[in-house]
């Protein structure tokens, strides 16, 4: 199981295991699984924050290729780490994107998930196992699911 070899990968222990789930609220008021999210496809899970000037700048790079990652089968699952539906909305609605995200309101992904920082991307092949993680989104995404 190849591991990419890039200067955007970074070591984690979660590369090779199954992804950690958990049911959440979601910022349009439902609740669901974050990994059932995926619909048993590839996933790249992207942990930020409506503060986070970093993740404004991800963002502003994810959402014009949204539309494109998906069409190669691949799901884009947002996580807010730490902030309330309200948050989320109003950023989205300043922004301009039309957008879902997941609320992790208590931060309870943040161990499962070793964050220690954000953004935070997980890419999870189709098959829920863990194959790369980043805190920038590559341009070769593709080549972050590992050889399946």
């Known amino acids: 199981m190849g591991q990419v070899s890039s200067n ?9 295991k199954a ?4 049911v959440l609220m ?8 974050v990994i059932g999210a995926r619909q048993g496809g590839k996933a790249i899970i992207v942990f930020w924050a409506t503060w986070c000037p970093n993740c ?8 014009p290729n949204w539309k494109t990652i998906e069409q190669k089968g691949i799901k ?5 780490v730490g902030e309330g539906k309200d948050d989320v909305q109003k950023y989205f609605k ?7 995200s997941f609320l992790d309101i208590d931060t309870s992904m943040q ?8 953004p935070t991307l997980i890419f999870i092949d189709d098959k829920g196992i863990v194959r790369s993680v980043t805190h ?13």
Do not use: C, W
């Open 26 to 33: 979601k910022s349009d008021g439902s609740t669901s699984s």
């Open 94 to 100: 300043q922004r301009q994107m039309n957008l879902i």
């Open 19 to 22: 992804a950690p789930d958990i």
């Open 56 to 63: 404004y700048e991800e963002m502003g790079t994810l959402y």
């Open 111 to 118: 161990g499962p998930y070793h964050l220690v920082g954000i």
């Open 136 to 148: 920038e989104f590559p341009e070769d995404y593709t080549n972050y699911f590992g050889n399946q």
């Open 76 to 80: 884009i699952i947002l996580v807010d």
């Open 8 to 16: 955007k990968a970074v070591e984690s222990s979660l590369i090779g």
